[in-house]
């Protein structure tokens, strides 16, 4: 099947990750773009704009690549132009969750976001293993929900997904409110508050006296072989008695004992009320 898509916010951030990979396959694939700059970067490419007018009505998939902050407001313009039966994809669950996308009963809704390159990642080459994003070169999963549609329209979303975060390795199916659980909640409310910490630890240490490249280096090779023990890639490999009543210690005084109420459907609601 050569699908139609149109890729809403090419130039962007996110849409030239995208693009790059979708030019690789035999769909038809639209670019729009507002800004100026993004426009420019396309015509790099090689890719000329086209309007709304001109795409959407009669695109197979509409990708929605914009912000979250405008991502409501782009859906309200774009999905009443769409045909019926046609399905849009967004690159995350914030603004569905929200419940601040366009909605319409004869369309079909898809999520897909990607995982990222694993830290255990083996990668062939020194180009691949400096793809953190991945999109390029190194390989990675991705998560995906159908908020609305068929089975159908499960499959067109997965491999439209797949092609666009290429290389993918495996996707996995899961709701959309599952999909908050992973992404504000758990990646970026509490992994990424907690490594910002390490990084302020570290900052702190350094301008205690500890000359900086020795502080990193140490650091760093301590949160491999932290994060290898922690998530079990080392077999039967356990903490020191003395590292496990620092670790004991160290949550006592950093970490109030109700923090996992941020995985509370409420306060989940909460923080992707905040981001969008």
Request: proline share 5%.
């Amino acid at each position: 099947m050569k699908l139609k898509i149109s890729l809403v916010g090419a130039g962007g951030k996110m849409g030239m990750r995208l693009i790059r990979n979708l030019m690789t396959t035999r769909w038809k694939i639209d670019c729009l773009e507002v800004g100026l700059e993004g426009i420019e970067k396309l015509k790099e490419l090689g890719l000329e704009v086209i309007t709304e007018q001109a795409s959407i009505p009669v695109a197979d998939v509409v990708i929605l690549a914009v912000p979250d902050v405008a991502l409501g407001k782009v859906s309200g313009n774009i999905i009443p132009k769409m045909k019926p039966g046609a399905l849009v994809i967004t690159l995350d669950p914030a603004v569905a969750r929200a419940g601040k996308l366009f909605i319409r009963r004869d369309i079909s809704y898809f999520i897909a976001h990607p995982s990222h390159p694993s830290v255990f990642n083996w990668e062939p080459t020194r180009e691949a293993q400096a793809d953190f994003f991945g999109g390029i070169l190194a390989k990675q999963t991705i998560v995906c929900a159908l908020i609305q549609g068929s089975e159908k329209d499960y499959a067109i979303g997965e491999k439209v997904s797949s092609a666009m975060y290429a290389p993918v390795s495996k996707a996995f199916r899961i709701t959309m409110e599952q999909m908050a659980l992973l992404e504000p909640a758990l990646v970026e409310t509490l992994s990424s508050s907690c490594l910002d910490l390490i990084r302020e630890g570290m900052d702190e240490v350094i301008k205690r006296g500890i000359p900086a490249e020795a502080a990193r280096e140490f650091l760093l090779g301590h949160i491999n072989i932290q994060l290898a023990v922690i998530f079990k890639e080392l077999p039967n490999a356990v903490f020191s008695d003395a590292a496990i009543k620092a670790l004991d210690r160290g949550k006592k005084i950093l970490f109030k004992e109700d923090w996992k109420q941020i995985f509370e459907p409420d306060n989940v609601l909460q923080q992707v009320k905040d981001i969008t």
